[in-house]
């Protein structure tokens, strides 16, 4: 075992993966499938676990792990003794360990499935050293190995310290307080996650593999992306994947146009509750110039999935972690800030999208309301959205009446980082939009 996790077969150099003799063979519709076995000492649920981690690769990649049907080659993947995995394609049963319940984290299982991709640690790059700096007094008797630099592939990708293949601070250390590994210029530099792939990971598994593929990885806490088919329109289809880090996901476009036709059928976007296509669909196949609304996972991911036929189409969006809010779509009903009416917590962001029928109407009530005021209400605030219509309160009010002039409204609570108040809670009701009373009653 080197490194603390690549298996290497005595007769065989498996670390010097290099060239396409240790990768994985590519079929002719451009997919590269591994198979694998999942040993049954696993309970469903932890299979479920190994398989999400194993799709989110396969969305935004060429690669595609897939139970074996008597391949000869293929991962055996079981709880053996500690996370450890052969580098690249080593031929016959290749034993892959995530040990429970140890490893049975995203992360950790994506990172023992990019060893067995071919892919080393980034910390042990051939170019790591304009970038990392060992601190070899600082590291465990006889675990220095773990450090050697190596001949790699680097695939003209830039260093990667977010990629779930580089070593943690301390990793090895003989001193918990004492790194063994700090960014060359900005020491404090976090490095070493193991939530998931980072954008570098999968464009280094697309790199590698050579897929013709167009993804998107969106791993940060909030953040925007946008498409113009005028700029890409040899791409007919194109996927972005927003995981946060924890929480929720809250979606917004802030522009759209895609070209109608019956049944969207040529050029759509679609919008899933999750990682694929089996998850529920938060945006059914749409298409045309009205912006879609506003949308809230029950997890933290959303997958946006685009089709087109040509030029034309476009569209800008936002997103971001929440961590509580939901989609509201009952004819009545309440919700408030979390822990009311003792005080809400620091550095909160939740969302409440409240949605009625066409041609009904949105009666909001909020009493009691107390947040932290502020000039402009920049601290802490509650922010109305109706349309384009909006409205931000923050303060010490007796009650807040709203009523909408379209059937839907967007609450967004925001508090800082201090001071607290007991916050509120609100309740709403439905009921027919008069067509003589469609004028806004936000002011």
Not at 114 to 125: M, N, V
Not at 269 to 293: K, Q
Request: charged share 20%; aromatic share 12%.
């Amino acid at each position: 075992m080197l490194q603390g996790d690549i298996a290497v077969k005595r007769n065989r150099n498996a670390v010097s993966c290099r060239g396409k003799s240790c990768l994985w063979s590519k079929s002719v519709d451009g997919l590269v499938r591994v198979p694998y076995t999942l040993s049954n000492n696993y309970t469903s649920e932890e299979k479920t676990l190994i398989q999400g981690a194993m799709e989110e690769v396969a969305i935004l990649t060429c690669v595609r792990f897939v139970p074996r049907h008597g391949e000869p080659s293929y991962l055996r993947i079981g709880p053996y003794d500690g996370c450890w995995s052969f580098v690249g394609r080593v031929g016959g049963a290749q034993d892959l360990s995530l040990m429970k319940p140890g490893c049975l984290h995203w992360g950790i299982i994506q990172h023992e499935l990019l060893h067995s991709l071919g892919f080393q640690h980034e910390q042990c790059r051939s170019d790591r050293d304009k970038y990392i700096r060992i601190n070899w007094g600082n590291i465990s008797q006889d675990k220095e190995r773990n450090f050697y630099k190596m001949s790699t592939q680097n695939l003209g990708v830039p260093y990667d310290y977010l990629s779930v293949l580089h070593y943690g601070k301390f990793a090895f250390a003989n001193d918990a307080g004492k790194p063994t590994l700090e960014p060359t210029g900005n020491p404090h530099a976090f490095i070493g996650q193991r939530v998931g792939l980072s954008s570098l990971d999968v464009a280094k598994i697309n790199k590698l593999y050579e897929c013709n593929i167009c993804s998107y990885l969106l791993p940060d806490v909030q953040g925007t992306f946008s498409w113009e088919s005028k700029k890409n329109s040899n791409i007919t289809t194109c996927v972005w994947l927003i995981r946060v880090p924890e929480d929720k996901v809250f979606l917004q476009f802030e522009s759209f146009g895609v070209p109608s036709s019956p049944d969207c059928a040529h050029s759509s976007v679609t919008v899933y509750d999750g990682i694929g296509r089996e998850f529920p669909i938060l945006i059914n196949r749409t298409c045309g110039s009205m912006t879609p609304p506003a949308k809230i996972s029950s997890g933290k991911f959303i997958k946006i999935e685009l089709t087109s036929s040509g030029i034309g189409s476009s569209f800008k969006a936002t997103y971001n972690s929440i961590k509580c809010g939901e989609s509201l779509t009952n004819a009545t009903g309440n919700f408030s800030t979390p822990h009311f009416p003792s005080k809400y917590p620091n550095s909160m962001n939740c969302v409440w999208i409240l949605s009625a029928p066409a041609g009904y109407k949105i009666t909001l009530h909020v009493a009691p309301f107390s947040l932290e005021p502020s000039p402009s209400c920049s601290y802490d605030y509650f922010h109305l959205r109706d349309g384009r219509k909006q409205a931000k309160k923050c303060g010490h009010l007796p009650k807040l009446d709203f009523t909408s002039s379209t059937h839907s409204l967007l609450v967004h609570f925001h508090s800082d980082s201090s001071v607290q108040a007991n916050g509120f809670f609100a309740t709403y009701f439905f009921s027919p939009l008069s067509p003589k009373r469609k004028n806004d009653l936000l002011s």
